[in-house]
């Protein structure tokens, strides 16, 4: 399908590369411009590049009232030959679709979205961050736009990505050690609901669970399967932990488990590494042995947004603190770190496919 390109007056736009003097913070700028694109008469038209603005829909519309809404994330970096490149967006693409399905939402083909987004970031270019580990984070989102008020999924959607020129997302690339607390109370998912989907509604019934957290002094929540038994999510990020001997260890992906891109590149990466990466069920009572024993060594979270997020220690919700290894950011999380972002850098070569050009056409 061919992009139509509705682009701001040349003296509305940007004209000069963007070079921010200040912490931009992560999620909080935009760009010129937004890519859209309607679902109706069962068929995906209209493809447009477009100022980025309001977007108008009837108060009816079944996205605000049923949820019916899933979103991504990518980011875009920029190599030091000045070119900007994205990462494994097939995955997302792939995962959008795999979401729409969970929500009942018709599948969008997985080329046209990469094609839009590798458009919207050509256009937009000059406003990738002049700065030390900036990024453009990529955010492709689908909703249900119909004005229908009974629960039933929608005929009519929009797909829409938009752009958020972002700083780096640890300053000094100082990934502090974070704290996240041991729920038994609050679940992500449970089998058999939404929990391996990007849907909106999913992040909803997050909030109160990660402001609990706040109360304890923790970031986030481990969230543990609705028996309370195994880990499943570090908020929203896979968690992983590390054992004495170098082996890394992601919970196995179920329903319940968000398909990070970030855990599935570690796991790929895992000869580049030099050590064992893999997934396995984990009892959050042998986990907290392992820990105290000083059997696992390093653990954290995995998701586009951070890359990796150590965690230093976890609290119980009867205030118990455990700490893992010293407390600080061990040497496998900071080998993760270094090697995936130097491959998204361009610094080094990973798997074919896995970094792409955006090419200079509009
Ligand atoms: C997005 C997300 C992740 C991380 O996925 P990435 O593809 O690595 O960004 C993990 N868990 C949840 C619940 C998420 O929403």
């Known amino acids: 399908m061919k992009i139509d390109y509705q682009l701001k007056n040349a003296e509305n736009r940007r004209t000069e590369q963007f070079e921010p003097k200040e912490d931009i913070g992560f999620g909080k700028l935009r760009t010129d411009h937004m890519f859209l694109m309607d679902y109706k008469d069962g068929q995906w038209v209209e493809p447009r590049v477009v100022p980025y603005g309001p977007l108008t829909m009837p108060p009816g519309a079944m996205a605000l009232h049923y949820g019916q809404s899933i979103f991504e994330g990518a980011k875009a970096y920029k190599h030091t030959d000045g070119e900007i490149h994205t990462f494994r967006l097939d995955m997302n693409a792939s995962r959008m679709n795999h979401s729409g399905s969970v929500v009942c939402m018709p599948s969008i083909d997985e080329q046209m979205q990469i094609d839009a987004i590798h458009a919207l970031i050509d256009v937009d270019r000059l406003w990738f961050p002049e700065q030390d580990g900036a990024c453009l984070y990529v955010r492709p989102f689908v909703f249900a736009t119909e004005d229908h008020i009974s629960v039933r999924s929608s005929k009519n959607y929009t797909f829409c990505v938009l752009l958020s020129p972002s700083g780096a997302y640890?300053?000094?690339?100082?990934?502090?050690?974070?704290?996240?607390?041991?729920?038994?109370?609050?679940?992500?998912?449970?089998?058999?609901?939404?929990?391996?989907?990007?849907?909106?509604?999913?992040?909803?019934?997050?909030?109160?669970?990660?402001?609990?957290?706040?109360?304890?002094?923790?970031?986030?929540?481990?969230?543990?399967?609705?028996?309370?038994q195994y880990i499943e999510e570090a908020g929203a990020m896979n968690h992983y932990h590390v054992r004495k001997d170098g082996t890394v260890i992601i919970p196995e992906f179920t329903d319940t488990?968000?398909?990070?891109?970030?855990?599935?590149?570690?796991?790929?990466?895992?000869?580049?590494?030099?050590?064992?990466?893999?997934?396995?069920?984990?009892?959050?009572?042998?986990?907290?042995?392992?820990?105290?024993?000083?059997?696992?060594?390093?653990?954290?979270?995995?998701?586009?947004?951070?890359?990796?997020?150590?965690?230093?220690?976890?609290?119980?919700?009867?205030?118990?603190?455990?700490?893992?290894?010293?407390?600080?950011?061990?040497?496998?999380?900071?080998?993760?770190?270094?090697?995936?972002?130097?491959?998204?850098?361009?610094?080094?070569?990973?798997?074919d496919g896995w970094v792409n050009l955006v090419e200079r056409k509009a």
């Open 257 to 351: 488990i968000l398909k990070s891109i970030t855990s599935q590149s570690i796991l790929s990466l895992s000869n580049q590494l030099g050590f064992e990466v893999k997934q396995e069920t984990i009892k959050i009572k042998d986990f907290i042995e392992d820990v105290k024993s000083g059997e696992i060594i390093e653990a954290g979270g995995f998701g586009t947004a951070a890359v990796v997020s150590p965690v230093g220690s976890y609290i119980f919700e009867n205030n118990d603190v455990i700490t893992v290894g010293d407390g600080n950011v061990g040497k496998y999380t900071l080998a993760m770190y270094t090697l995936l972002t130097d491959i998204q850098m361009g610094r080094q070569q990973g798997p």
């Open 170 to 228: 640890y300053k000094d690339g100082n990934n502090k050690a974070i704290r996240l607390l041991v729920s038994e109370q609050y679940h992500r998912a449970v089998s058999g609901g939404t929990g391996s989907a990007k849907a909106s509604g999913n992040y909803s019934a997050s909030l109160k669970a990660s402001e609990t957290a706040q109360t304890y002094g923790a970031s986030q929540v481990l969230y543990l399967d609705s028996t309370n």
